[in-house]
């Protein structure tokens, strides 16, 4: 593909063409990739992605018929990845696939992708994820990523997916071999599924005793859709607890970003000498802000960035904190959604702050923060520009 063939089929693909996406996918099940791929990376991090394993014929495909279903009620869109190592000979699982996908076609907010991966290292990991990365580029909401429980790829599973359902179902002595896999401790969510069985309440016992309350065990009939609503609402739950302290989930992300460092510099142009010269870096933006008396150079370091400061003269507060405590980080400069909000909140709280929100470098409106206040280092707050 050319430079603009790149360019516009990773556009197509931000913008939900299901054709490029398809496309798209089949490229990545037969082991070819390119510069589009690593066009989308820069726009994943929002889909919510459910791992679902259980041994062979727990009923994994019939519960993520459901489970699809249940999503789409709820306005979600989905993608399914159905992986299938060939190690486990269920024969009819592609047949079965192309039968799920028959009955959501036409439903725009539905995708879903079969994957054979050959032998025990039939690249599950390299395969999937970048079909991860597919589906969470062109926006999918939920990303379902399903594994026969037989090995390593149920732990692959667990890896990739930010919420793991286990299904277990009765009679046949997997909650013994569930143990062994180790898979025990790693799902989120137990399902006790073919719940019609004589045997499932034993099982919903003992696995509830195992388990300890440390996640929910539920009991379903994929067969029928029942208790399917019921374990779709605690992933969301699970989700829901999630992003008080994982900020890996965009969508949920953090406001905070570290916009800058600001390091005060005796001169610019000798400090230069090792950022730019013999470090390599580069200089984005240089700027004079007189009313701080000072002259700004900014060097990009990922999504952040490095600000020299070079007072203009000895009256500037970068000319003092120099004589007074030498060259060397001066500040840390952050980022937040609502300046005033946060200004506001701080005042609340006590915090000494040295300005009313103003306009700075760039453009943007800021407030400094006493170290008296922050644990010894000045702060910077910058409203986030959209
Ligand atoms: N009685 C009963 N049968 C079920 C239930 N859920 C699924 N089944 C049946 O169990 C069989 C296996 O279901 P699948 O959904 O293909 O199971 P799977 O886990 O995807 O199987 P593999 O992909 O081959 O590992 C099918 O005949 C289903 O109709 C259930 O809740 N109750
Ligand atoms: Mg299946």
Redesign the pocket.
């Known amino acids: 593909m050319s430079a603009p063939e790149v360019e516009n089929f990773a556009a197509s693909i931000l913008a939900r063409d299901r054709r490029a996406i398809a496309r798209a996918a089949t490229l990545l099940e037969n082991g070819h990739s390119g510069a589009w791929l690593q066009e989308l990376e820069g726009h994943t991090g929002r889909a919510r992605i459910v791992g679902l394993t259980?041994p062979?014929?727990?009923?994994?495909?019939?519960?993520n018929d459901q489970l699809v279903r249940e999503i789409r009620h709820r306005g979600l869109s989905v993608a399914v990845i159905a992986v299938?190592p060939s190690s486990?000979q269920?024969g009819g699982?592609v047949l079965?696939d192309r039968i799920r996908m028959a009955r959501h076609s036409g439903d725009e907010g539905v995708f879903i992708r079969s994957m054979a991966t050959r032998g025990a290292m039939g690249g599950l990991a390299p395969t999937s994820q970048r079909l991860l990365t597919l589906f969470d580029a062109a926006g999918f909401d939920v990303i379902l990523l399903e594994t026969?429980g037989v090995g390593q790829d149920e732990i692959e599973v667990a890896r990739h997916a930010h919420c793991v359902v286990l299904l277990l179902v009765p009679g046949q002595g997997d909650e013994v071999q569930a143990l062994k896999s180790g898979i025990m401790e790693i799902a989120d969510v137990y399902v006790i599924?073919?719940?019609?069985?004589v045997a499932a309440e034993k099982l919903f016992q003992e696995i509830s005793a195992e388990v300890e309350g440390r996640a929910p065990v539920l009991k379903?009939?994929?067969?029928h859709g029942q208790g399917v609503p019921e374990v779709w609402e605690h992933v969301e739950k699970f989700f829901a607890l999630q992003s008080q302290w994982r900020p890996k989930l965009s969508g949920f992300q953090t406001h905070f970003a570290i916009d800058h460092l600001g390091i005060a510099v005796e001169s610019i142009e000798a400090a230069l000498g090792f950022y730019k010269d013999s470090l390599g870096m580069e200089v984005a933006q240089r700027e004079t802000v007189e009313h701080e008396r000072v002259h700004t150079a900014m060097l990009p370091a990922g999504e952040s960035r490095l600000e020299l400061l070079e007072a203009t003269d000895a009256e500037s507060t970068i000319a003092k904190f120099v004589a007074k405590r030498g060259a060397g980080l001066h500040h840390i400069a952050l980022r937040v959604p609502d300046l005033a909000a946060a200004a506001e909140k701080l005042k609340r709280h006590g915090a000494r702050l040295l300005n009313e929100p103003r306009r700075g470098a760039g453009g943007h409106r800021y407030i400094f923060i006493h170290p008296a206040s922050t644990g010894g280092v000045l702060l910077e707050l910058i409203e986030e520009q959209f």
Do not use: R
């Open positions: 259980g062979p014929g727990a009923g994994k495909s019939t519960f299938d486990h269920s699982a079965g026969v599924n073919k719940a019609d069985h379903t009939v994929a067969l």
